[in-house]
């Protein structure tokens, strides 16, 4: 008897240890986000050049690039802007439902995670609607993708709500929750119907979802909380510091991720279309690591890219790889390896974050990477902006970690200095409109 249940011990255990070892040892799993898609037709007989959206020349190009990189990936993480920007509203629904099918034949077996992006929607840009019939449509052509295996069995009756979702993924104790927090956005108008309270709403959904969390989870949405560094950066020159969410809901969003810093393993986003990280609550004991996904349209300058990385079984990321399109040829081009990051933790991007501080060389490697290996957006003038911006979510600790001035666009302060340049520039046009009129008079 004794020896039939040490036999049984071994087995169960054997079996366990097994499970954890494969978990561990698969396939890395695939990351890609604004993807951008321009609805046929178009004239384009060649991939997307700089500047543009992703056409299907680039699409294709870069589903094979991705199942060349990884043919077996068991989980593809989409976060969100299938559409390209200025899409037709007719042809919004289809071209979302063509990119499942696409993605879907070319990895059958792969368990889908999407998160909607701020383009999504059938009404314009920020513009989806609760209980549209956009959302409908996408979640039933989505559904065989992200409930592969069972995985999401709730999946079309949530997420034609609002987007949100949870599902298990193939690593022992790990879920995702997904979120669509455009609704969080100050661009954000319902265009096609009633908004209600749905940004209220979808923080509910999260709260009560990582107050269900035993184990561990992965938090996904699209826009990342904190600054717009390229719009701070590069468009208002630092006058105007743009955050992407409402401060309110971006402090409640950032508050439930710290509060359930044990449980919260990872969280990820796309929007930037760039490379990067943020760090939430990186003075605090339990730091939460967020991934931002760059992007396949090079619409914003970047190269075309997407990421793999192997998840270990306790839900960590681990070895983070880039692959862009340069030149015509799709190649790896290094990853957090190259930044000395090998575990996608809360405490190795603090490491990173104080190495970026002092190694300039550090720094133009991050920038490289940034970018997809395209020109680098960042240069020794401009780094504090991205480096402050991995950590620093408000605009007063932004201010003042990189030391510069600026107006926040959405707070009050903001809202006056506006409104305080447009009545000098209004000043100005009728002072000018009134010295060409003294001119004529005096030439009559």
């Known amino acids: 008897m004794r020896f039939a249940v040490v036999v049984l011990a071994l087995v169960l255990g054997g079996g366990w240890f097994c499970a954890q070892s494969a978990a561990a040892d698969a396939a890395p799993w695939l990351f890609v986000t604004d993807i951008h898609l321009k609805a046929k037709p178009y004239q384009e007989n060649f991939p997307s050049p700089f500047g543009d959206d992703t056409d299907d020349v680039l699409f294709e190009s870069a589903i094979r690039a991705m199942r060349h990189a990884d043919p077996h990936p068991p ?31 070319a990895f059958p077996q792969a368990q889908f995670i999407l998160a909607l992006g701020n383009n999504d929607s059938a009404c314009g840009d920020y513009g989806l609607a609760p209980d549209s019939a ?13 409930n592969r295996h ?47 309270n749905v940004a209220t709403r ?28 390229y719009t701070t950066a590069l468009l ?18 950032l508050a439930a991720l710290t509060h359930s810093a044990g449980h919260v393993a990872l969280a990820v986003a796309g929007h930037t279309h760039k490379f990067a990280f943020r760090i939430v609550g990186a003075s605090g004991r339990q730091p939460v690591p967020m991934l931002l996904v760059p992007a396949l349209s090079p619409v914003f300058g970047n190269a075309p890219s997407f990421l793999t990385g192997n998840v270990s079984p306790g839900g960590t990321l681990r070895d983070v790889d880039e692959f862009s399109f340069r030149n015509g040829t799709w190649s790896a081009i290094g990853g957090m390896r190259s930044l000395g990051v090998d575990a996608f933790t809360g405490p190795q991007l603090v490491a990173l974050q104080a190495r ?12 490289r990477l940034y970018g997809g290996g395209a020109t680098p957006e960042i240069n020794e003038r401009n780094w504090s902006i991205y480096w402050c911006a991995a950590t620093a979510f408000a605009t007063a600790p932004f201010r003042e970690c990189t030391q510069s001035g600026g107006f926040s666009v959405i707070t009050r302060r903001g809202v006056e200095a506006l409104a305080g340049v447009a009545a000098i520039v209004a000043l100005l046009a009728g002072a000018f409109v009134w010295w060409r009129r003294r001119r004529r008079a005096l030439r009559l």
Do not use: M
């Open 75 to 105: 989980v593809v993480v989409v976060t969100g802007d299938l559409l390209a920007h200025r899409i037709a509203k007719s042809a919004a629904t289809p071209t979302a439902v063509l990119i499942a099918r696409r993605l879907n034949r």
């Open 134 to 146: 956009f959302l409908r449509t996408v979640a039933a052509a989505w559904a065989p993708l992200v």
């Open 150 to 196: 069972g995985a999401a069995p709730d999946f079309r009756r949530t997420f034609v709500h609002d987007g949100f979702y949870t599902a298990t993924l193939p690593v022992p104790g790990l879920r995702a929750i997904v979120v669509d927090n455009v609704f969080w956005s100050p661009r954000y108008r319902a265009q096609c119907g009633s908004a209600g």
């Open 202 to 229: 979808s923080l509910d959904e999260l709260d009560r979802a990582l107050a269900q969390t035993h184990g561990r989870a992965w938090v996904l949405f699209h826009i990342p909380p904190g600054i717009d560094t």
């Open 236 to 253: 208002t020159q630092r006058l105007a510091i743009v955050p992407f969410l409402r401060p309110d809901l971006r402090d409640r969003f």
């Open 356 to 367: 970026l501080a002092r190694e300039p060389q550090l720094r133009a490697t991050f920038a």
